[in-house]
């Protein structure tokens, strides 16, 4: 490991379903480092973090993304609505997608933002968990070598 990847961070960002948390875990496992949400970020060197999927609308979180860009990798990890839908939307702890017109409002509102912020995208819709955490780990090991 050079020491570019021993200081890497891994940030994931996506709307509620698009599978932070499970790709997180995953992508952490496969790359043999922890994996934080994204409160515990500050304690260690070298982790993946999913956040929340209103951090890129809160302008003081933005602005922290913003600077861990710089010292990590931002991954959107981007889906259809309709795929994030038929993930979460019958989850009473998703209170966000109790309201569909309004999930997909929301939904269009910040995908630009992702956008922003992200260094790149990786479809979730059809692969599993397992291989996009592959396809995330291969592409942020290849550039930091």
């Known amino acids: 490991m050079n020491s570019k990847q021993q200081g890497m961070r891994i940030v994931l960002i996506g709307f509620m379903g698009a599978g932070k948390t499970t790709v997180g875990r995953e992508l952490a496992q496969q790359l043999g480092i922890s994996f934080f949400d994204l ?20 302008d003081l979180a933005a602005d922290d993304l913003e600077k861990s860009a710089q010292l990590g990798e931002t991954v959107y990890l981007e889906g259809k609505f309709q795929t994030l839908v038929n993930r979460v939307g019958g989850d009473p702890g998703r209170p966000l997608f109790h309201d569909t017109e309004k999930a997909k ?16 995208s990786c479809q979730v819709d059809v692969e599993s968990p397992e291989k996009i955490a592959e396809i995330i780990a291969l592409r942020v090991f290849s550039r930091s070598i």
């Open 39 to 58: 409160d515990e970020l500050l304690q260690h060197q070298r982790v993946v973090i999913a956040t929340g999927g209103g951090i890129i609308s809160n």
């Open 105 to 120: 409002t929301l939904f269009d509102t910040r995908r630009s933002l992702y956008f922003k912020f992200a260094a790149w």
